[in-house]
Each structure stands twice: as structure tokens, then as C-alpha cells.
């Protein structure tokens, strides 16, 4: 089945700094790529997406880039802010259905 | 509409006994999804559904744990002779089928969360 390591495991920036969060995966039949924030006591919200077809995607201060060949996905936050503190999870989807998860990685920002 | 729904938020059981945890999704998604959560990890698949069908049901999964959707609407997850193992967050999550923008995009539930004493 579909392995996914993410890397960091914590992570701590200073307000306005980058954050970068790294996936691998194993199956390279896997075409749909999802990061999700989690806060505390609250279920998870996907925050931005990428399928196969695309090398990179923005949505203001959040990007995922995407590199099949190497199978590994990231996650980047520019201008860090305090609400920013969360757990993320990447995950990894074929059409055939099941999203598989990484551990996660625990974003804090600090003021 | 609101999204997708869980019940009951919270369920505390004495080990030995079964538990059942209702997840009413979406209306417009046909594909409906259970997910294991324990502290500190990310989501575990159980086992997915589209319409009344069960697709996939994860190998890691006790046999006494059995999931339905009867007219492939809300579903639900049984565990009998709980554990206390059992003892994590349930989340139900639902997505629309397909190759088109916004499939296999999930929404997820609230989670129903279970401790076994």
C-alpha cells in the first residue's frame, strides 16, 4: 500500500518567517495531493491541493509544489503569522478512492 | 446543507461493550469515508463507501469493527467488545467522486470521540 513520511515532525518560526513542510510517497500511480490544517479540539480543513498535472500551486501566502519524478510534495507558508500555529497533514489520493496521511507536522509561530 | 455530521460527539463505554457511531455526509458526495485518529497522528483509513457499496476496508481493521451505508446515505461504524485500544477520535469524511475539480476533495466531520474504560 501507499507509504507517505513527512518531515518535519515540529517546526517553530518566527512570526514573518518561511515555513516548509516535505511529503514522500511510493505509488506513483497517486495524482491527488491535499495538505490539511488541524487546530486544537477541531477536525481537519484542507487549505490547499494539487493533482499531477500541475508543478506548483499558490493561494496567497500558502504553495504547494509537486515533483512526480522524485515522488515528494511541500508545503510552504510565507510571512508566518501566529494563526498559522496548527498541526498539518499532507495526503496522498489515486482516483480509486482512500486519501492516505502523513503524522503531521506541528507548526508553531512565535510572536 | 452544514456539511458533514457526526453522532454522538463524545461516547465513554465500559470494555466489552459495542458502540455505534452514526456520519451523515453531504448530501450531493457519493463517496463517504472513516478515518482513526489518535493523538499525535495523522487520520488512519478504515474504510470507504460509494453509494451502498464498501470499496475498500483497511487490513489493519479487527473484525470487530463493521461499517455500513444502507441506501448510500449516512453510514454507520460499529465496534463490538470494545478495547481499550479503541480509545481515539472517529472521523467520518465524505468527497465527490471522480476526475473532475473538486473530487476526492474531503470534508470532513466534527469526529465522534470514543474512550474505553
Known amino acids: 500500500g501507499e507509504n507517505v513520511e513527512q518531515h518535519p515532525s515540529t517546526l517553530s518560526v518566527q512570526e514573518g518567517d518561511s515555513a516548509v513542510i516535505k511529503c514522500t510517497y511510493s505509488d506513483s500511480a497517486s495524482n491527488y495531493f491535499p495538505w490539511y490544517k488541524q487546530e486544537l479540539g477541531k477536525r481537519p480543513q484542507l487549505i490547499i491541493d494539487?493533482?499531477?498535472?500541475?508543478g506548483e500551486k499558490k493561494d496567497q501566502r500558502i504553495a504547494v509544489t509537486l515533483n512526480k519524478t522524485a515522488k515528494h510534495f511541500s508545503l510552504h507558508i510565507t510571512e508566518t503569522q501566529p494563526e498559522d500555529s496548527a498541526v498539518y497533514f499532507c495526503?496522498?489520493?489515486?482516483?480509486?478512492?482512500?486519501?492516505?496521511f502523513g503524522d503531521g507536522t506541528t507548526l508553531t509561530v512565535k510572536p | 446543507d452544514t456539511g458533514v455530521s457526526q453522532d454522538p460527539r463524545h461516547k465513554i463505554t465500559k470494555r466489552g461493550q459495542n458502540v455505534t457511531f452514526r456520519c451523515d455526509p453531504i448530501?450531493?458526495?457519493?463517496?463517504l469515508y472513516w478515518y482513526r485518529q489518535t493523538l499525535g497522528q495523522g487520520p488512519e483509513f478504515l474504510t470507504y463507501?460509494?453509494?451502498?457499496?464498501?470499496?475498500?476496508k483497511s487490513r489493519l481493521l479487527s473484525d470487530r469493527f463493521s461499517a455500513e451505508r444502507p441506501k448510500g446515505s449516512f453510514s454507520t461504524l460499529e465496534i463490538q467488545r470494545t478495547e481499550q485500544g479503541d480509545s481515539a477520535m472517529y472521523l467520518c469524511?465524505?468527497?465527490?467522486?471522480?476526475?473532475?475539480?473538486?473530487?476526492?476533495?474531503?470534508?470532513f466531520g466534527a469526529g465522534s470521540r470514543l474512550t474505553v474504560l
Open positions: 494539487i493533482r499531477s498535472n500541475v
Open positions: 469524511a465524505s468527497s465527490r467522486a471522480g476526475v473532475a475539480s473538486g473530487a476526492n476533495v474531503l470534508t
Open positions: 463507501f460509494q453509494n451502498e457499496a464498501q470499496l475498500e
Open positions: 495526503a496522498v489520493n489515486t482516483n480509486a478512492g482512500k486519501s492516505t
Open positions: 448530501s450531493e458526495h457519493n463517496r
